[in-house]
């Protein structure tokens, strides 16, 4: 869906950056978490998981915003493999922010292990625990992240792009909302 204005609302700006900065920690976060064995790897995973849960509910908030708003117009001359780019990356996005954290938790409850929020507040587990499942959900969890890494940089190149190459608008429809300089196709 596309909507007739020429930046995102407010609360899908919101939700955007919220994200953003939620995502890359996570992404740093899960890195060092599985690179160390000290006494920061128990903390780092108290973090991770309460993270991940967070960037769940607010990816499915996100989708339902997009879905009744919808995205405002990319720019008439825009070249048709960039418009399905930037369609198909954003559907990446957001399959990625909502399978990252189902498996994630599938992966832990396969592994007997407890989704802790806060304090003595449990997820209850989504599958059952089995080594077999709890090893395919961790190779699964991984490759996806090293998916979602990329395709997050592929975002931020492209919205580098529209911002400072080509200054068509598109990235201050997120950026700031404000007036952008293209005539908006319908």
Do not use: C, E
Not at 1 to 24: D, E, G, K, Q, Y
Not at 114 to 129: E, M, N, R, S, Y
Not at 151 to 177: E, K, N, P, Q, W
Request: no cysteine.
């Amino acid at each position: 869906m596309t909507n007739t204005s020429r930046h995102f609302s407010p609360l899908a700006r919101l939700l955007h950056w919220i994200m953003a900065v939620l995502i890359l920690a996570m992404l740093f976060v899960g890195v060092a978490m599985v690179a160390t064995v000290s006494h920061a790897h128990a903390t780092l995973i108290a973090l991770h998981r309460p993270l991940g849960v967070a960037l769940l509910v607010l990816a499915l908030i996100r989708v339902a915003v997009r879905l009744k708003n919808g995205s405002p117009a990319l720019p008439d001359d825009m070249p048709a493999l960039q418009r399905f780019a930037a369609r198909a990356s954003h559907l990446v996005l957001y399959g990625l922010f909502i399978a990252m954290p189902l498996i994630g938790w599938a992966m832990l409850s396969a592994g007997g292990y407890p989704v802790t929020l806060f304090g003595a507040w449990h997820l209850p587990a989504i599958v059952p625990q089995n080594v077999d499942l709890f090893a395919l959900l961790r190779a699964m969890h991984t490759w996806l992240a090293f998916a979602l890494f990329a395709t997050v940089l592929a975002h931020i190149a492209a919205a580098l792009f529209h911002g400072l190459i080509r200054r068509d608008g598109v990235f201050s429809s997120m950026a700031r909302g404000g007036r952008q300089t293209f005539r908006a196709s319908r």
